[in-house]
């Protein structure tokens, strides 16, 4: 019994800490808002149109929900939210956040200002370039290392985010 006790405070935690970290992310780049925003960033869309911004708002909003989920009384493996968030991570939160990842760097080592100028590190200091960025992997991978999840039919998997980059290239 203690195992177990001990073993969700550590999941509660876990989830309730990486809640905290992307809202304050998110409310970090929300304050920039006002400022003087360099030449090309955020013309069209706002930071709507950046994928690096999605997801952060999808990985707040999953581990939010998994904070919720290990707070409640009873059996949470059970509940609807469980259900929802395993979805969430599986489907979406995990492969758009490694795809963030990799696909920034990539591009970053090929070229930078293909996708993050210079001039942008004016506006945005280094480590919110990592926060966005970079510590996305390790926060997932610890997610895959704490929390078991259930992974949907990979047709239905498939065809959700094969739904949701559609709708997102189109716009």
Request: glycine share 6%; charged share 10%; aromatic share 18%.
């Amino acid at each position: 019994f203690a195992l177990t006790s001990t073993w969700t405070s550590v999941k509660a935690a876990y989830h309730i800490s990486a809640f905290s970290w992307y809202a304050f992310i998110v409310n970090c780049l929300a304050a920039k808002d006002g400022e003087d925003l360099p030449a090309g960033i955020f013309v069209y869309g706002g930071p709507w149109k950046y994928l690096t911004f999605l997801n952060l708002l999808l990985q707040m909003t999953f581990f939010g929900l998994a904070a919720v989920n290990d707070l409640q009384p009873g059996k949470q493996t059970e509940s609807p939210l469980k259900k929802c968030n395993d979805f969430l991570f599986s489907v979406f939160g995990f492969p758009v956040g490694m795809f963030v990842v990799l696909l920034f760097w990539t591009i970053f080592a090929y070229d930078r200002e293909l996708v993050y100028p210079a001039s942008i590190d004016s506006f945005f200091p280094p480590w919110i370039n990592h926060a966005m960025h970079t510590f996305v992997l390790p926060i997932s991978l610890g997610e895959v290392l704490v929390q078991p999840h259930t992974y949907p039919q990979q047709k239905h998997a498939l065809a959700a985010l094969t739904l949701v980059g559609l709708s997102y290239l189109s716009w």
